[in-house]
C-alpha cells in the first residue's frame, strides 16, 4: 500500500497538510512559540497508508491507516518533547536527553490542558530538527539520539507524580 506523510499543527491551525517538505516543518520548529497554538503547541506527523486513487482530503479518511506517527511538543523554555509510535500495536518510544534530569517533572500544555513531562525528555532545537528530518525521510526515530520506551517511565502524565 503507498504512503502519504500527513503534518498537523503546522500554522497552529489544526488543517491537516499532506507530504509537507521537511523544509516547512523545521521552519515552524524555529518560529517564535507565539505562532504554535497556546491551547496545543504540537506538531504531529503521521505516515499514513491509503487505499485511493488520490490523496483524500483528510488524514484518516477514505480508509487511511495510520502506521507511524511522531508528536512533537512544545515548551517555551525547555525545547521538544517527541513521541514515537508504530500502529497498531508496534513501538511506542519517546527521546530522552541522557544528561538530562528523570527526576524533575515539568508541566506543560498538551492536547489542551496541562500535563507534566519528565525533564531529560525536553530536547533543544538542533536536535529537535534532526528528530523531524530523521523520521519525514524514513519514517523512523532518529538513530542520532537515545529513545527509551514510553512505559514503564511514563514521560508524558495527566497528574503531577507523587514522590515516593
Known amino acids: 500500500m503507498p504512503l502519504t506523510l500527513w503534518c498537523n499543527g503546522l500554522s497552529g ?3 491537516w497538510v499532506p507530504d509537507p517538505p521537511v523544509e516547512a516543518v523545521v521552519a ?3 518560529a517564535d512559540y507565539s505562532e ?5 503547541p504540537m506538531v504531529e506527523l503521521g ?3 491509503w487505499r485511493g486513487v488520490s490523496v483524500p482530503p483528510v488524514a484518516g479518511m477514505s480508509g487511511d491507516e495510520l502506521v507511524r ?6 515548551n517555551p523554555d525547555r525545547g521538544f518533547y517527541f513521541e514515537y509510535r508504530e500502529r497498531p500495536d ?8 541522557p544528561a538530562g534530569s528523570r527526576d524533575e517533572c515539568v ?8 500535563a507534566y513531562f519528565l525533564a531529560a525528555y525536553f530536547l533543544p532545537l538542533a536536535a529537535s530538527e534532526r528528530v ?10 532518529s538513530p542520532a539520539l537515545e529513545w527509551m520506551p514510553f512505559q514503564p517511565l511514563w514521560p508524558r502524565r495527566s497528574e503531577r507524580p507523587r514522590r515516593k
Do not use: K
Open 13 to 15: 491551525s489544526g488543517d
Open 28 to 30: 515552524y520548529l524555529r
Open 36 to 40: 504554535w497554538g497556546w491551547a496545543d
Open 47 to 49: 505516515w499514513y497508508e
Open 69 to 74: 506517527q511522531l508528536l512533537a511538543i512544545r
Open 90 to 97: 508496534g513501538r511506542w518510544l519517546a527521546a530522552i536527553d
Open 107 to 114: 508541566p506543560n500544555i498538551s492536547h489542551g490542558e496541562e
Open 132 to 141: 523531524v528530518a530523521d523520521f519525514m525521510t524514513t519514517q523512523e526515530p
